[in-house]
């Protein structure tokens, strides 16, 4: 287990860019996948990016080009870099640390941040 603490949400306006910080209470080097979920309002929760410690990236389609999740081990840290927001992309924005076993079941397993609210709008 491992606790989690995301930042960088707020209100940005549809095209505008933010960065969401997810920072571990402990190395991170060697979990087997960081993730991010959201969850919009009315919505179920929605896996949006992965990096395995293969180094293998994974997204959902709807933010693919527009979205790069990456991570600094030195500073135990995830990041998802979001630019061309939409609307569609509000949302409260979960990181999730895992292993193998955890990542294939999905939500609700692994280590859950408190979420950072994300607002598209103008």
């Known amino acids: 287990q491992v606790h989690l603490v995301e930042s960088g949400g707020g209100l940005v306006q549809p095209g505008g860019s933010l960065r969401l910080s997810c920072t571990g209470s402990r190395s991170i080097a060697s979990i087997y996948a960081m993730s991010w979920y959201r969850q919009g309002p009315g919505k179920q929760r929605e896996l949006v990016a992965t990096l395995l410690s293969t180094g293998r990236l994974n997204y959902v389609d709807s933010v693919k080009g527009r979205f790069t999740i990456s991570r600094d081990n030195a500073k135990n840290t995830v990041y998802l870099q979001m630019n061309s927001l939409k609307p569609e992309d509000t949302a409260v924005y979960y990181c999730?640390?895992?292993?193998?076993?955890?990542?294939?079941?999905?939500?609700?397993?692994?280590?859950w941040g408190q979420g950072t609210q994300v607002t598209v709008s103008s």
């Open positions: 999730n640390a895992a292993g193998l076993k955890d990542y294939d079941l999905g939500f609700p397993f692994g280590s």
